[in-house]
């Protein structure tokens, strides 16, 4: 080999560490963590009208669980078609699953889809869409809670609770002036909304254990695999049992399958890159984003769905205001730290 080429190689080795050395710091970044999970929130979010949406657009009635199963398997299944395909083109080669990998996609399947998914959909068909997002908020307070008590991946600080309860406060002050402002004269309809919420929030218990996964696995195993094949084996097990029992989806206008493309693109993107963030980050540096989900989805609700949100837009405000506190205190950094980085600067020279 000449010594050109082992100098080309060189740099564009060199090339490589940099450009991956910088997207480690964006992604590590308190601007690039605000980003990337404000935009999965954002896409969660949305889902929550959409699969009421979708539900009318393939003809899924409301209680037909069956149906909504085989609907969820549908939606995950492509995502993870979606996922894999991109990876393996911007990668050059094919994300094959190998047999290390096969018991992490499996595990991460089962809860992150398969369990969480097959209570979720059937609970969201059954009560509002702001609702199903605002109780679905929990499952962050459950994921910090997880990963220092379960899974002993962080500490639980004073700083991580004050967050998670300023978090859930804002979630809580959506909740009770949703419910407050309600007037469910039909008391059949009200037990329906009631048993619905209560599987979504059943379903955050099992929704909480995937991040706290993500990040024990992504140590040895590429994230982006795992998302995709998880995806792929969870929507395919949910789909059969869907199937199975009766389950039965038409689409009945041309915008259905474009209204379910789209479902599963905010699985494929939104999962994709928190998986990454998480690989990156602590967990609960990255999970308390996930507070954002329910006040886009109130608002997202009332204006694709015509829900009354119940809550004023001030209270509103205050909810997010009360959220995005709880965002900036378990990100800031703690004082001490920054004076014990200096020390040992100092102690150095």
Known sequence: MGVAERSSRRNVGTGASTAGELRRKWLTSTCGIVVCAGVCCLLWGSAFPCIKIGNRLFAIAT????????????????????????????????????????????????????????????????????????????GTFFTVLMAALVFRQERLTQRK????????????LISIAGSASGSASDLSLANSH?????????????AAAPPCLIKAFSARHDPVLLSGWQFLLGGTSLAALGGL??????????GAPFLLLYLSLISAVAYSLWSILLKHNSVS?????????????????????????????????????????????????????????????????
């Open 194 to 206: 009631a048993l619905g919420a209560a599987l979504v929030l059943v379903s955050t218990l099992p």
């Open 161 to 172: 609770v004050a967050g998670c309860l300023a978090g859930f406060a804002g979630v809580a």
């Open 285 to 349: 540096r990255v999970v308390i984003f996930g507070f954002m989900n329910p006040v886009f989805g109130v608002i997202l609700s009332a204006l694709l769905l015509s829900e009354d949100p119940g809550a004023s837009p001030l209270q509103i405000i205050t909810a997010l205001a009360l959220v995005c506190t709880g965002i900036v205190i378990v990100n800031r950094k703690p004082a001490h730290a920054g004076a014990k980085a200096q020390c040992n600067r100092n102690a150095c020279m």
């Open 63 to 138: 209680g037909d669980i069956s149906s909504e199963i085989l609907f969820a398997g549908v939606r995950f299944s492509l995502s993870g078609l979606l996922v894999l395909m991109a990876a393996s083109l911007i990668c050059k080669r094919p994300l094959l699953l190998h047999k290390a990998d096969i018991a992490p996609a499996l595990v991460l399947s089962l809860f992150q889809t398969t369990l969480q998914y097959a209570l979720f959909y059937p609970g969201v068909s059954m009560t509002e869409g702001a609702t199903a997002s605002i109780v679905e908020g929990a």
């Open 245 to 254: 029992f009766g389950g039965h989806i038409a689409p009945q206008t041309a």
